[in-house]
T-cell receptor, first 109, second 114 residues
């Protein structure tokens, strides 16, 4: 199956800082999504981005499918951005998503 | 309505108890999923229902029994669980079977087996 690696595993920021989270995957994918899991466990879908670039407020994402990676940018971070960010992909004939191990983000005030 | 609602939010049960988790969506989605998530790990798929039929069972022990009474409702019946089954149980739904745009998770049931 597809392997998904996320980096960094942990990230600590001061409020207002910018950050880039990376997701590498081992095979071609036809679907890639970024999720944010808040400290209470809720998984929120941030982006559906199998290719290209999207922006939503302070968040943006870019997927370069030919080079098998995706990046999530967080600008002007806020304490509410804390939580775990998961990248999940599907491809190779399977519709079952494979999740990366996540990046745990803590934003201090 | 763009939500997946799970109840209860928290559950503590003994190893001899029988309990059920409930998941409901009214987005017209025809695929529903149960995931299990241990602390500091990604979600792991347990079951997939597509058009109210069990499509995938990821080798889950029989003490977990899913049920899909209709297209909006998904249950997970629990019986004779072990302490290692303590986890966050997440329900998700999507328009059709597949990892499409609009894959929506509920807020989960935090289960503790004592």
């Amino acid at each position: 199956g597809i392997q998904v690696e996320q980096s960094p595993p942990d990230l600590i920021l001061q409020e207002g800082a910018n950050s880039t989270l990376r997701c590498n995957f081992s095979d071609s994918v036809n679907n890639l999504q970024w999720f944010h899991q808040n400290p209470w466990g809720q998984l929120i879908n941030l982006f559906y981005i199998p290719s290209g670039t999207k922006q939503n407020g302070r968040l943006s994402a870019t997927t370069v499918a030919t080079e098998r990676y995706s990046l999530l940018y967080i600008s002007s971070s806020q304490t509410t951005d804390s939580g775990v960010y998961f990248c999940a992909v599907a491809g190779g004939g399977s519709y079952i998503p494979t999740f990366g191990r996540g990046t745990s983000l803590i934003v201090h005030p | 309505d763009t939500e997946v609602t799970q109840t209860p939010k928290h559950l503590v049960m003994g190893m001899t108890n029988k309990k059920s988790l409930k998941c409901e969506q009214h987005m017209g989605h025809r695929a529903m999923y149960w995931y299990k998530q241990k602390a500091k790990k990604p979600p792991e798929l347990m079951f997939v229902y597509s058009y109210e039929k069990l499509s995938i069972n990821e080798s889950v022990p029989s003490r977990f029994s899913p049920e899909c009474p209709n297209s909006s409702l998904l249950n997970l019946h629990l019986h004779a669980l072990q302490p290692e089954d303590s986890a966050l149980y997440l329900c998700a739904s999507s328009q059709d079977r597949g990892f499409f745009r609009g894959y929506t998770f509920g807020s989960g049931t935090r289960l503790t087996v004592v």
